[in-house]
């Protein structure tokens, strides 16, 4: 088995993800980070997960989005 000690998405759910940069970054700004229609039109954690659960690019950016502010967050 492998240990996963550094990876900081281990044991992250995407929704705890989403409401950890949510609670960090506006939705006007979470849609200018990354341009996708979910965080600019009605934005909300339910309308997000359903969109970047089913689309594995944009789910890749905010993951990645998520690791810039944990990086910056230290």
Known sequence: MTTQ???????KTLQKILEELSAHYTWEELGELININCFKINPSIKSSLSFLRKTEWARKKV???YLNFLKNKT
């Open 5 to 11: 000690a550094n990876n900081p998405l281990h044991g």
């Open 63 to 65: 993951e990645q989005l």
